[in-house]
């Protein structure tokens, strides 16, 4: 309830016009209640971007789950991440770019939830070696690329105009992050 409340917070008035007590006020509790759980505004900050990636992870376990070939695991991992990201983004008004980036600890946040996300391409990256999809030699470093690059366009992609052309070369991203791998 904490965390929902500072969301809501966050995303209308900015992070930094955001005090403990609007946050307490929203929430309906205490200042006392808030302090028990939260030590300041930048912990309830911290949480909401772990709740977000968490959420993001879940999302991505549910395709390793699918009965579906590992290339097709992995597209449909590629557009989910996207479109998570980008909803987390939106969701979050005013946190947009400092969402990710700006701050050393959500850094921190962050790279712990990355070795998850790593870990989730590498599997489908293994299942489509055993499947004799893919021809890969290293998985960790394939993996690691993988991320890195949709990382690296997460925030680009948040915008409409780069969205809508990414979309429209669905095919040239698959190729270049998919078929490349293909035997």
């Known amino acids: 309830m904490l965390v929902d409340a500072a969301r809501k ?57 699918k009965d579906i070939s590992a290339e097709q695991k992995l597209i449909e991992y590629i557009y989910t991440r996207l479109n998570s990201v980008r909803d987390i983004i939106l969701r979050n008004g005013s946190l947009r ?18 070795i998850q996300d790593i870990r989730i391409i590498k599997k489908i990256l293994g299942e489509g070696v055993e499947q004799q999809i893919f021809d890969i030699r290293n998985l960790d470093m394939a993996a690691m690329l993988i991320h890195y690059a949709l990382r690296g366009i997460e925030i680009p992609y948040t915008k409409d105009f780069t969205r809508r052309k990414i979309n429209a070369s669905r095919m040239e991203v698959v190729n270049f992050l998919v078929k490349g791998f293909r035997k």
């Open 9 to 65: 917070l966050f995303a209308e008035m900015g992070y930094a016009n955001t005090t403990m007590n609007d946050i307490a006020g929203a929430s309906q509790k205490g200042r006392r209640t808030l302090y028990t759980y939260f030590k300041s505004k930048e912990e309830i900050y911290l949480a909401i971007i772990k709740q977000e990636k968490t959420q993001l992870i879940q999302k991505s376990e549910e395709i390793l789950k």
């Open 97 to 114: 770019a400092d969402f990710f980036n700006d701050l050393q600890e959500v850094e921190k946040v962050r790279r712990r939830l990355d």
